[in-house]
């Protein structure tokens, strides 16, 4: 498999939670064990273009067990004989390779990967600002002999793009090392939200500057967090930021 790879240095580890289960989307050539007609290809890759079932396959780092994964948009570019081209998207943690095996079952003639491309990674896309390994070689060495902080830049891109996808909460500077310290987020601690969040699902807290705090669960929705004025909004799950980098304004309850 070839494209979109992102890869976390040092404190940026800490978001691969957020980005293992962002949507991702392929380039894949899919051969097929018998010539069919390109209008049965099409109808059959319209039927898996919904919520489907998976069992990873034998050769996976998981475990074989029977799991849903949604495919957001399943996209015909073009056929030549036993060879279709197509553009998937789908919900993180599908197996491409093994939708291909069950493509080919519904066919009726088998079918199987023969190449995969990844375009795009939660909010890394190809062709945006992506770098290849001779690139960052490149720039690497550049930095070691000028150690211009700006040429980094060139290659390595802030931890909070990572999250470019992930549903935000803003909180007030007041709140921020609170929530380092593993604090949970109260109402009154919140400035402003996205929609789109739900209790149970991951968010990202930021300061009012845009920076990382952390991802938490929301206890509540967000059109319950609207209303509320007390009480908890979010549990933090992975804090972010380093403790101390805003001043500490709570109180520990220590006499």
């Known amino acids: ?51 489907i079932y998976q069992r990873p396959p034998l050769r996976a780092s998981v475990k074989r067990q029977l ?5 957001y948009y399943l996209d015909f570019l073009e056929m030549s004989r036993r060879n ?7 919900e993180g943690g599908t197996y491409i390779r093994k939708l291909c095996f069950d493509m080919g079952e519904a066919l009726g003639c088998g079918a199987h ?7 795009r990674a939660g909010p890394f896309v190809e062709n945006d600002g992506m770098v290849t390994l001779h690139d960052v070689a490149f720039w690497f060495m ?45 109402a009154p601690g919140v400035v402003s939200l996205e929609t789109g969040i739900t209790k149970g699902s991951m968010v990202a807290i930021l300061t009012l500057k845009g920076e990382a705090v952390a991802l938490a669960r929301p206890v509540v929705s967000a059109e319950e967090i609207l209303k509320m004025e007390h009480g ?20 520990s309850g220590e006499k």
């Open 1 to 51: 498999m070839t494209g979109v790879l992102p890869v976390t240095l040092e404190e940026s580890t800490k978001v691969v939670q957020a980005l293992l289960y962002s949507g991702k989307e392929y380039v894949c050539l899919m051969k097929l064990h018998d010539d069919l007609g390109e209008e049965k290809v099409r109808a059959v890759m319209q039927e898996f273009e919904a919520t």
């Open 67 to 71: 799991r849903t994964r949604k495919i």
């Open 84 to 90: 279709v081209l197509f553009t998937v998207g789908c």
């Open 113 to 119: 990967m023969q190449e995969l491309r990844r375009t």
């Open 142 to 186: 550049e930095w070691e002999q000028r150690k211009d902080e700006k040429i980094l830049r060139k290659f390595i891109k802030p931890m909070e793009t990572a999250l470019g996808l992930v549903p935000k909460i803003y909180v007030r500077d007041s709140a921020v090392d609170a929530v380092c310290h593993g604090a949970s987020l109260t």
């Open 232 to 251: 908890v909004v979010a549990e933090p799950e992975r804090v972010l930021m380093n403790r101390g980098t805003y001043p500490k304004r709570w109180r």
